[in-house]
């Protein structure tokens, strides 16, 4: 079977780097700062990028090369580069493309580090943004301007598990020569594919999912050839390169994300239709729950609803604060994609550095909670969450 005839699962396993002498099975880690060159000219031709091979860790590792290799597989890209997290890549790819004087469209509900990039740092380069409303992309052409150069989003968005039509905002950045990026985290490759649907690139956080247990820091772009070569550039200069180490961890990692995505969004299904019947809690979020707004975008777009289930606890902070008090089993963290189920308060966490006012235009609530649901056995799952409902009353 020729590569470009594999399957997901069989790409994710089969792609690797090509075997040194010793004719390894699995491939070897690369810890490496620097790498040797045969003689003068070697050296010579290698920095004068007329030769493709590996110079120096900063610009690229074998064991990087592999995870974007797969990555890039995964999500029908032309090139990526790797990152030391899922922030160097998202503020590595903006730095790379944007000049200043540019403006970004992006959505309102965004990963909250993100949000204080576009109003804390790039400000200071005079890299303005305007956020729109996932539901009303009505007013996309009323929120444009002669700078506008990118439009972005996340889908699913952070913390509360709301979609954005990707086909519309690829139209969209046709027709007015954008660039469109959207941040995949939530739904990984596995389950959506951002660039069939106009996207020119890709971010990830590998943190995430990607990794699946919560070992490692990871980031990475992908997409076009000609825009990642830019953002190679920038990199290999700045240095927010992954490590090989971390390289090598993920990229085992993305041999089994295709199982382990089947679970999680099976207990997340499951856990969601459980909280839709609790009289503690007022609403329940799941992209492939019939109840959430957009489930019939989430079926078009994606191949299922993911791992992280939000919802709102009745009693607002007070509730929330017993309610996290009296959990046992699950973990109180920030993080998410782990194969430990975690649960997370957004508004004093990964959203705290919103105001109230941003935080409310976003639809994070003091009662907010955020399950990232991992790869217990579900009945366990929801037996601490149960617990910890009937003691936040």
């Not at 045969?38 to 990087?64: L, V």
């Not at 079926?299 to 607002?316: D, P, T």
Request: proline share 4%; glycine share 6%; hydrophobic share 40%.
């Amino acid at each position: 079977m020729k590569k470009d005839e594999n399957q997901f699962e069989t790409d994710a396993i089969r792609i690797q780097m090509e075997r040194s002498s010793f004719l390894e099975h699995s491939s070897p880690i690369y810890m490496t700062s620097s790498f040797v060159f045969e003689d003068a000219e070697d050296m010579r031709a290698s920095f004068a990028e007329e030769k493709d091979r590996t110079i120096y860790s900063r610009y690229a590792n074998p064991n990087s090369s592999e995870l974007i290799d797969k990555v890039c597989a995964m999500e029908g890209a032309e090139a990526g580069f790797a990152f030391a997290s899922g922030m160097a890549a998202v503020f590595s790819t903006f730095a790379a493309l944007l000049e200043s004087g540019a403006h970004i469209l992006s959505a309102r509900r965004i990963f909250g580090s993100t949000h204080s990039l576009f109003t804390g740092v790039f400000p200071k380069w005079k890299i303005s943004h305007t956020y729109f409303e996932l539901e009303d992309l009505d007013t996309l052409e009323e929120l444009i301007t002669p700078a506008t150069r990118v439009i972005y989003a996340e889908s699913p968005t952070n913390p509360g598990v709301d979609l954005v039509d990707l086909g519309r905002l690829g139209d969209f950045a046709k027709k007015h020569n954008l660039l469109f990026i959207v941040d995949n985290c939530f739904a990984t490759p596995y389950l959506q594919q951002p660039l069939k649907f106009g996207a020119d690139l890709v971010i990830h956080s590998g943190t995430k999912l990607m990794d699946g247990q919560g070992r490692v820091l990871a980031g990475i772009t992908v997409g076009r050839a000609d825009l990642i070569d830019k953002i190679y550039r920038f990199a290999r200069i700045s240095g927010p390169a992954l490590s090989p180490f971390n390289a090598w961890l993920l990229s085992r990692s993305l041999e089994t994300l295709a199982i382990r995505i089947d679970r999680h969004c099976s207990n997340a299904l499951k856990l969601a239709e459980y909280l839709e019947k609790q009289k503690q809690v007022n609403w329940v979020k799941y992209p492939f729950l019939p109840s959430h707004p957009q489930f019939n975008l989430a079926r078009k777009q994606m191949k299922a609803g993911g791992c992280v289930v939000a919802f709102e606890i009745s009693g607002g902070a007070e509730a929330g604060k017993k309610f996290f008090d009296a959990i046992e089993l699950l973990s109180l963290s920030a993080n998410l994609g782990d194969s430990r189920s975690i649960v997370t308060h957004p508004a004093s966490t990964t959203h705290s550095k919103l105001s109230e006012e941003e935080r409310q235009a976003s639809g994070i609530s003091p009662g907010l909670v955020r399950i990232s649901v991992g790869l217990e056995h579900i009945d366990d799952i929801i037996r601490d969450i149960s617990r910890a409902l009937d003691k936040s009353c």
